[in-house]
């Protein structure tokens, strides 16, 4: 069945560091592929989106390529912000619905 | 996108107890998901919303526990039936298609109700 393998967290890092968390998946056929972001005590938000190979999503300096050949879909920042603390979950979109990753908690530190 | 919002926010209840949680949307949407989050983990979807008909529900959970109605498109609830300690979660609504363009099949998701059950 589809399934999504997502960094475990928390990752922590100080203003302006580089950011990646690996994001990968296993799906029939050519799934659209998202990020969502959720805040401290708020709902989920859309982040970026990806829907077909070497497509890249991006959004508030987030950026994601859609990469058929190894199944990834990894989120990248290269300056985060303490803004950018939240957890945030890749899900790829099986026939008619989303499977969403366990979640990567994002702290950054001043 | 849609503006998507839940009723109540949260709520605390005593076991055995039922809660309906409304879900309104400001446009119609063709999809309307329920979903729930326990404390720190990921989502899990409930069921799907069907318009007109019996929602489908996911592997683990059934109807009696969770019933749903869809009377229209941009209206939806989830009843969290005899409740237990165990049902303490985030329940969370979410569409898709909404707006005059497909949008790759985007989710947009409601603010969530936080339910503590005691």
């Not at chain 1, 928390?10 to 959720?38: D, H, K, M, R």
Request: one cysteine or more; aromatic letters at 10%; a neutral charge.
């Amino acid at each position: 069945g589809n399934s999504v393998t997502q960094m475990e967290g928390p990752v922590t890092l100080s203003e302006e560091a580089f950011l990646t968390i690996n994001c990968t998946y296993t799906a029939t056929g050519y799934p659209s592929l998202f990020w969502y972001v959720q805040y401290p005590g708020e709902g989920l938000q859309l982040l970026l989106k990806a829907t077909k190979a070497d497509d890249k999503g991006s959004n508030k300096g987030f950026e994601a390529t859609y990469r058929k050949e190894t199944t990834s879909f990894h989120l990248e920042k290269g300056s985060v912000q303490v803004s950018d603390s939240a957890v945030y979950f890749c899900a790829p979109r099986g026939t008619d619905k989303l499977i969403f990753g366990t979640g990567t908690r994002l702290q950054v530190f001043p | 996108s849609a503006v998507i919002s839940q009723k109540p926010s949260r709520d605390i209840c005593q076991r055995g107890t039922s809660l309906t949680i409304q879900c309104q949307v400001d446009s119609q949407v063709t999809m309307m998901f329920w979903y729930r989050q326990q404390p720190g983990q990921s989502l899990t979807l409930i069921a799907t919303a069907n318009q007109g008909s019996e929602a489908t529900y996911e592997s683990g959970f059934v109807i009696d526990k969770f019933p749903i109605s869809r009377p229209n498109l941009t209206f939806s609830t989830l009843t969290v039936s005899n409740m237990s300690p165990e049902d303490s979660s985030i329940y969370l609504c979410s569409v898709e298609g909404a707006g005059r363009t497909n949008s790759y099949n985007e989710q947009f998701f409601g603010p969530g109700t936080r339910l503590t059950v005691l």
